[in-house]
């Protein structure tokens, strides 16, 4: 063999891949399938190191399941909606389907260059109208089962990104995408009914052992399941009642005031006639500008207007001050919030500094409470009710049932289920997104569009104009048409949807990604799905799981597929970082990984980021770690280089008890790695270690170099090594397999197997200590007791020499490992 010279290896192999359609994916009764997949990514325009991790650790699996005879599905595609391409169209004049499509190639290609076993007529691409015909055509699904709605609220939103954004998008206080601050806005927006779908995303939890931990609890925690009491409290003033919902119905008798949201509907009809209107209206302003997580932290400042209102306590008539607070969402609960400061630390911050009266309810068993010694709310979970009429002394669970009972009988309050979770707002005001397919008719009003009309089209005559308002709002060929119903003339609706819709269904796309006629055969999509492995960052946790699952139990309901999970098995990996931080353009710390397979290969850049860290752990960067993989796919190069000719001329097969025992001792080394490799590839995604274990079976083999050795066992030995090394290091190892005389390709090999029998060691290298310190090693048979393993060690000079004229205390053998002689004197 010529010397390893990877540019003209990879680009040999990818283009006979790509004219062979390598990795072209059909059904296949005959074959368990495996469907394998990396989150698809924003077309950029540059892949990054992040994108290198995500897409070698799919790769590895996908071409591992293959060669363990899984007929695999391992797509690719974009999630090219979104504002960073109108962005570029207000900044440098360029049409956003032209900036994408140009950013799509580029990336296509250096997908390519890192030999990534796509089937790329597969892709799937969300801004492409073949695409979003269907995302439309899952609105209108939604739309018709009473899932999607359009309704006045007051929603966030961010000024340079011109749009609103969702709950889930607003990090901090600030926009997710640009990491400037969100305000509060009302406009008319389209949801989606996510809430009636809580109780099943959140049990179904249980449905995905596969999943991280972590990622099943930052769900739960976002769908915020509680269970308390809604009741009723009179307000005489204005004629009303106001609804009000806690989880702590023992601490009712301790109300002293009723905290409304900034938002609340009946802060209008506080306003009428009031002396105090401008003061409430200037503070309601405020607090509606202010994040939610400025109004909802434990630790940020509690303010309030007290209204002039007052309310009576259902439980014991006392009457209650009115305040609007800052500190209470108009979206959890009822927006109305029981003030009880002995029992919650923001309501006793927010008494205190106004002066509010404080009613102990709960108490420590025994103990006697006094406002006057405390400091801050008694907000523990156990204790015993006091002044709180007929359930003093009770404990305060047993009590929590005993007062909504109360509630209940007297019909002034209910049980009730509430969420963190809110409806999914999916309208932006933005060009470069899929129009929802709604017609606004005077007559009619809201009408789908008819599905034989989809997709509804981007126009391309628009002007961008930095602001806020859509160009689609601003486009007349596009916003003025015909009702379908009546004919007369109607609107169109000029929000696009969330591109997290896209993203939310495309894994069912990749099924059957050329039908014209459906989203995709149900017969198809449920051969490959659900993913049997989703890869991806933990970033995604909330938005895009949540919303996949969401989507498909939807689907599931209405009987388009037959699954009600989308995603089997879980994998999220940790960040490539350097110089200890994320790389960013911004830190200067950025890698571009066409220098790195420009100077060392793909086979370089994936082998390094697959063995420098565990793929769910951070990545350090390291040139030299880089370095080191390019010397270690060299060695491999040579050593095969060298034994070439042997490993051609080799029969297949050989009789292992005609080895030497060095021989043997490779042969173990050989099939022990097998081992290793294969359960660590296939049970715990420990490339890295099943990497290491490759580098100490060549190691091993390098002991041979310039030696005799047996040939079978050459052979043997050179086939694994190939084959095991072949889903890290696709490029080379093909060469490799066609160089010595293999047939089709590696990456359509049977992965390879051990024999048991050849795991067995026939000696074993155990330590001397004497006091825990090493002192000596030893070769000993692997199978002898603990009795004589310490007749060994006792034997050994450097034993006898350390304990002479000592009393020995006693002798530790632990088998195979070590034997410790503990001594003193």
């Known amino acids: 063999m010529e010397k390893y010279s990877p540019s003209?290896?990879?680009?040999k192999w990818q283009k006979k891949w790509e004219e062979e359609q390598a990795y072209k994916t059909e059904m296949d009764a005959e074959r368990p399938k495996y469907y394998a997949l990396e989150m698809f990514p924003y077309p950029s325009g540059n892949l990054h190191m992040g994108h290198v991790r995500n897409y070698s650790i799919g790769d590895v699996m996908a071409r591992y399941k293959t060669m363990e005879g899984f007929n695999v599905l391992h797509p690719m595609g974009f999630d090219s909606f979104g504002m960073p391409a109108e962005n570029a169209a207000i900044k440098h004049g360029v049409r956003p389907g032209d900036w994408t499509y140009s950013n799509i190639d580029n990336m296509i290609r250096q997908q390519?260059?890192?030999?990534?076993?796509?089937?790329?007529?597969?892709?799937?691409?969300t801004c492409s109208p073949d695409y979003y015909k269907w995302t439309q055509w899952f609105f209108e699904l939604l739309y018709k089962r009473g899932l999607a709605y359009k309704k006045e609220a007051s929603v966030n939103w961010c000024d340079t990104c011109g749009t609103v954004l969702a709950n889930e998008q607003v990090i901090d206080g600030k926009c997710w995408r640009c990491d400037n601050e969100v305000h509060k806005k009302d406009l008319s927006q389209w949801f989606l009914k996510i809430t009636d779908y809580a109780d099943r995303l959140l049990k179904d939890l249980d449905k995905l052992p596969g999943w991280p931990e972590r990622v099943k609890t930052m769900q739960n925690n976002w769908i915020g399941r509680s269970?308390?009491?809604?009741?009723?409290?009179?307000?005489?003033?204005?004629?009303?009642?106001?609804?009000?919902?806690?989880?702590?119905?023992?601490?009712?008798?301790?109300?002293?005031?009723?905290?409304?949201?900034?938002?609340?509907?009946?802060?209008?009809?506080?306003?009428?006639?009031?002396?105090?209107?401008?003061?409430?209206?200037?503070?309601?302003?405020?607090?509606?500008?202010?994040?939610?997580?400025?109004?909802?932290?434990?630790?940020?400042?509690?303010?309030?207007?007290?209204?002039?209102?007052?309310?009576?306590?259902?439980?014991?008539?006392?009457?209650?001050?009115?305040?609007?607070?800052?500190?209470?969402?108009?979206?959890?609960?009822?927006?109305?919030?029981?003030?009880?400061?002995?029992?919650?630390?923001?309501?006793?911050?927010?008494?205190?500094?106004y002066n509010l009266p404080i009613i102990i309810t709960c108490q420590p068993k025994g103990v006697t409470l006094k406002l006057e010694e405390m400091d801050h709310a008694y907000d523990e979970k156990n204790g015993e009710l006091v002044n709180s009429g007929e359930f003093d002394g009770m404990e305060m669970h047993a009590a929590m049932s005993a007062i909504m009972d109360k509630a209940e009988k007297e019909g002034f309050g209910k049980r009730k289920v509430n969420y963190r979770l809110r409806d999914w707002l999916i309208s932006r005001q933005r060009y470069w997104g899929a129009p929802i397919p709604v017609i606004h008719c005077p007559h009619c009003g809201e009408v789908l569009v008819p599905e034989e009309d989809l997709p509804v089209k981007l126009p391309e005559n628009v002007s961008f104009e930095q602001g806020a308002?859509?160009?689609?709002?601003?486009?007349?060929e596009?916003?003025?048409?015909?009702?379908?119903?009546?004919?007369?003339?109607a609107k169109r609706e000029t929000d696009t949807m969330d591109t997290f819709i896209c993203s939310s269904w495309y894994f069912l796309r990749y099924a059957d990604p050329h039908n014209d006629k459906a989203p995709f055969a149900k017969d198809k999509v449920n051969y490959w799905a659900p993913v049997d492995q989703y890869i991806g960052g933990i970033e995604h946790a909330i938005l895009h799981l949540l919303y996949s699952r969401f989507f498909t139990k939807v689907l599931h309901d209405a009987g388009l597929v037959d699954f009600d999970e989308p995603f089997n098995n879980l994998l999220t990996q940790g960040m490539v970082i350097k110089d200890g931080?994320?790389?960013?353009?911004?830190?200067?710390?950025?890698?571009?990984?066409?220098?790195?397979?420009?100077?060392?290969?793909?086979?370089?850049a994936r082998l390094f980021i697959l063995f420098a860290a565990p793929v769910d752990r951070d990545l350090e960067w390291s040139d030299q770690g880089v370095e080191g993989s390019f010397r270690f796919l060299a060695r491999v190069w040579r050593i095969l280089s060298h034994f070439e000719e042997t490993i051609k001329g080799a029969a297949e097969g050989y009789d292992a008890a005609s080895l030497t025992k060095e021989e043997k001792e490779l042969r173990r080394i050989l099939h022990t790695t097998i081992k290793k490799v294969t359960e660590d590839v296939r049970d715990r995604f420990m490339f890295n270690t099943a990497i290491s274990s490759i580098m100490e079976l060549v190691n091993a083999f390098y002991a041979f170099d310039g030696k005799a050795v047996n040939s079978g066992l050459v052979k043997e030995l050179a086939s694994a090594l190939v084959r095991m090394l072949a889903p890290f290091a696709p490029h080379i190892t093909e060469e490799l397999w066609h160089n010595l005389g293999g047939e089709g390709s590696v990456h359509a090999q049977k992965w390879p197997s051990y024999e048991e029998s050849a795991l067995v060691q026939d000696e074993v290298e155990i330590v001397l200590q004497i006091n825990g310190k090493v002192r000596d090693k030893v070769m000993i048979p692997a199978g002898i007791d603990r009795a004589e393993m310490e007749k060994v060690a006792m034997e050994l000079p450097r034993a006898k020499e350390l304990t002479e004229g000592k009393t020995i205390v006693k002798v530790i053998c632990v088998p195979k490992k070590l034997v410790n002689i503990v001594v003193k004197g």
């Open 478 to 489: 596009f916003v003025n048409c015909k009702c379908p119903k009546c004919g007369a003339d």
């Open 8 to 11: 003209e290896i990879e680009k």
């Open 581 to 604: 931080s994320k790389m960013s353009k911004s830190k200067g710390n950025v890698v571009s990984p066409e220098e790195i397979i420009e100077k060392y290969g793909a086979d370089t």
């Open 112 to 125: 390519k260059e890192m030999g990534l076993s796509y089937d790329w007529d597969r892709k799937a691409i």
């Open 469 to 476: 308002v859509s160009p689609l709002a601003q486009c007349e």
């Open 227 to 353: 269970e308390g009491l809604e009741f009723d409290i009179d307000v005489p003033q204005l004629n009303e009642k106001l609804s009000v919902y806690t989880t702590r119905p023992d601490t009712a008798y301790g109300i002293t005031f009723v905290a409304l949201a900034a938002e609340h509907p009946i802060i209008d009809k506080i306003l009428e006639n009031n002396p105090k209107a401008e003061e409430i209206k200037a503070f309601c302003e405020k607090a509606r500008n202010q994040s939610e997580l400025e109004r909802t932290s434990s630790e940020s400042e509690k303010e309030g207007v007290f209204t002039g209102v007052y309310a009576v306590n259902p439980f014991n008539g006392n009457k209650v001050e009115l305040w609007v607070t800052n500190y209470v969402l108009a979206d959890y609960g009822t927006g109305a919030v029981m003030g009880v400061p002995a029992g919650d630390q923001r309501d006793w911050m927010f008494a205190k500094k």
